[in-house]
């Protein structure tokens, strides 16, 4: 089943992907079934009538946490002449609810059989996907099965010592009940219906206790309070007001992905953008930080609760499973069994090189947006050991770099980077390079670090040696830097370098990354920004990640030739820092209009071919999605095109609004400034158009 067919509702750390019959029946690989806290409760959740598998004649995509299915039984024809049909309405909101209507339009009455299967492997979420697991991963599970049932409920459960997990599905209407469903026999009278309630409740007790921690039941909601809650998220950021339709839509569907992405925070902490589904409704810390800045000017309380959580899963000490060290900001956190038993460090994983530069930065851009110095001030400790590690512990050579090893756990991917495929990191002959490797972007991420981290001691912390310190530090960073990355026979930055001193001369998006950082040379600027826009990087869509003519270059390899729309965001946002406004300004509008064909909601990545071979951008084949920074790439990159920079007690705006885009206002940008509004006209066209 390709992405487009799936049909995704959530709340919170729930959530369903089914096909457009509603149906759950996963072909290996598939992330279909529902989940809760990184498990797969239902793994099988098909309704038949009479036999037959129904058909789908629409979908209502209600809100996030619902959906409607219209469907037909039988296989599809040219023309269908049936007087029955299926209506299936489901919710997530205090767990997960469906109710199943038969609508019986001949003039007599019609008995059937309706069938429902059920199943739950109760499979780690990050397992489903490995090629070794087959049709059915419960040969792997170490624990034991088990099923009850009554007239109007069949529980499925699994235990393993003190790891429990159980699936509980009850209806309103009394059923023959079996451990592999219910069956319904009823008769329907003519132009009548009948109906079922079903609710499944995802249990995590441990067995003997009466205090259930289960899937969302331990809140209270409604489907009235929830809308509601979702109108209040919608009008809390600033309005915007455009000529561009797509861009209008793509807005409303960024903001609403960002409510149904909100994960419950920890020890109190309100909640936070989970990285995106299937795969990743956790904590991703790479992820969270790039969300929660991208979102800043809209909603600012995100980076607020990002920084929270990942400051309270900070490393301490030393631990080689986890790769924790101390200072160092969190990769990824997850609830599922291999975690449990520490047959995966992904209880709390450390495993990424970035995620602590990238804390401190996002930490300064917080304040400078929301004035709160407070936190600031809060998460001094936490903000100097993040720095600290920059040159404790992330410099494994000893030569001023950040360096990462491949992971010590298996089934990891090799890179510790934001591109951690295999492949992603390559000589442009499509040699790998050896480690540890030392990857660009990563070092403009310390640079920008540095820089930020000082200010924030000058200012806040009441520490102006350590400032000097740190200003020091950056500027030999960046000095040397220049020096050790620039290839001048092609004019561009080396992707990596090796621990011999080998650059590794791919061409590839990491470029924008520096520019954004602030580590490139004034002068070196127009010729990075000419590859970034030239027509090896630039599909016409957006950046490729690698460029179309190095050896393992793919335009759907995930890391090797896909275009993400997050990434495009930041290397715009890098290119209005060097004042190439009318450059980010293409990359905007392409992306806006990209938009327009997933419905304003932009997937993870689309291939990488050159615009010319196809009429809409190509999604790539297991794109997520919903993604919290795809729905963020939206905000930062009207941020961009309105030129909006907070500075003390106002809000800058310094338009370059693409020609295709028409007029644009924002309106209500909130900031230490309290309320601003931001208009944006059409320039002239770029270089580039």
Not at 437 to 451: L, P
Not at 486 to 494: G, S
Not at 588 to 603: D, H, M, N, S
């Amino acid at each position: 089943m390709t992405q487009s067919d799936q049909i995704n509702i959530l709340e919170g750390l729930t959530y369903i992907v089914s096909d457009r019959s509603g149906d759950v029946d996963p072909a290996p690989g598939d992330p279909d079934g529902l989940y809760f806290l990184d498990t797969r409760f239902l793994s099988k959740w098909v309704l038949t009538v009479n036999g037959e598998r129904l058909t789908p004649l629409s979908v209502d995509d209600l809100q996030y946490f619902e959906a409607r299915f219209f469907l037909v039984p039988g296989q599809p024809t040219h023309y269908v002449n049936t007087t029955l049909s299926v209506i299936r309405h489901r919710s997530i909101v205090a767990g997960f609810e469906e109710e199943l209507t038969v609508v019986n339009s001949s003039g007599t009455p019609a008995e059937m059989t309706i069938r429902l299967d059920v199943a739950s492997d109760f499979a780690d979420v990050d397992r489903i996907s490995l090629p070794e697991v087959h049709d059915d991963p419960r040969p792997e599970k170490k624990g034991h099965f088990y099923h009850e049932s009554g007239d109007r409920h069949l529980h499925l459960c699994y235990v393993r010592k003190d790891f429990h997990r159980s699936t509980l599905v009850r209806s309103s209407e009394s059923a023959e009940i079996d451990q592999d469903g219910m069956t319904f026999a009823v008769t329907i009278p003519g132009q009548g219906k009948w109906t079922t309630r079903l609710r499944v409740i995802t249990d995590i007790r441990a067995p003997g206790r009466e205090d259930v921690a289960g899937g969302a039941a331990l809140i209270r909601k409604t489907k009235e309070g929830m809308r509601e809650e979702l109108d209040q998220w919608v009008d809390q950021a600033p309005r915007l007001e455009c000529d561009y339709e797509p861009l209008a839509e793509a807005y409303r569907r960024s903001l609403v992905d960002l409510a149904a992405l909100r994960i419950p925070g920890l020890d109190g902490i309100g909640p936070i953008p989970s990285a995106g589904l299937p795969w990743l409704n956790t904590v991703v810390g790479r992820q969270n930080i790039f969300t929660s800045l991208q979102t800043l000017p809209y909603l600012p309380e995100l980076a607020s609760t990002t920084l929270r959580t990942l400051a309270t899963f900070q490393g301490s000490k030393l631990d080689d499973f986890r790769e924790e060290e101390p200072g160092k900001i969190l990769h990824l956190l997850r609830w599922n069994e291999a975690a449990a038993f520490q047959e995966t460090p992904n209880a709390r994983y450390f495993g990424s090189v970035d995620a602590t530069p990238l804390f401190v930065v996002l930490l300064d851009e917080y304040e400078r947006w929301t004035g709160d110095a407070e936190l600031v001030r809060e998460l001094e400790k936490e903000a100097r050991a993040a720095l600290h590690w920059i040159d404790e512990w992330g410099d494994l050579v000893g030569d001023g770099y950040l360096w990462y090893q491949p992971p010590r756990a298996s089934g990891k991917e090799p890179n510790q980077s934001w591109k951690e495929s295999e492949r992603a990191i390559c000589y442009a002959d499509g040699r790998l390079p050896g480690f540890p490797r030392a990857t660009c972007e990563v070092q403009g991420y310390a640079y920008d670090a540095k820089v930020r981290g000082a200010r924030l001691a000058r200012t806040f912390w009441g520490d102006p040696a350590y400032a000097d310190r740190l200003e020091r530090q950056a500027a030999e960073l960046r000095e040397r830097f220049n020096r050790d990355f620039w290839l001048p026979d092609r004019r561009y930055y080396a992707l990596a370098r090796e621990a011999d001193g080998s650059r590794v001369d791919a061409l590839a998006s990491n470029l924008g990354h520096l520019l954004w950082s602030g580590i490139v040379e004034p002068d070196r600027a127009e010729s990075v920004v000419e590859h970034l826009l030239g027509p090896r990087l630039f599909s016409g869509w957006g950046v490729r990640t690698l460029a179309a003519d190095e050896a393992k270059h793919n335009p759907v390899g995930y890391h090797v030739g896909a275009v993400w729309p997050y990434e495009n965001s930041i290397i715009a946002e890098g290119l209005r820092r060097y004042g190439y406004a009318a450059e980010a300004g293409i990359l905007a509008q392409v992306t806006f209009e990209a938009a327009r064909y997933f419905q304003g909601r932009l997937p993870e990545a689309f291939a990488g071919y050159d615009r010319e071979l196809t009429t809409a951008p190509v999604r790539y084949p297991t794109a997520t999605s919903p993604q919290g920074w795809s729905a963020g790439a939206v905000l930062s990159l009207l941020r961009t095109v309105l030129g909006l920079e907070a500075h003390a007690d106002h809000l800058v705006v310094k338009a370059a609004v693409p020609p295709g885009l028409g007029q644009i206002a924002l309106l209500h940008v909130r900031g230490p400034w309290g309320m601003a509004d931001a208009l944006g006209r059409p320039t002239a066209s770029g270089p580039y158009s």
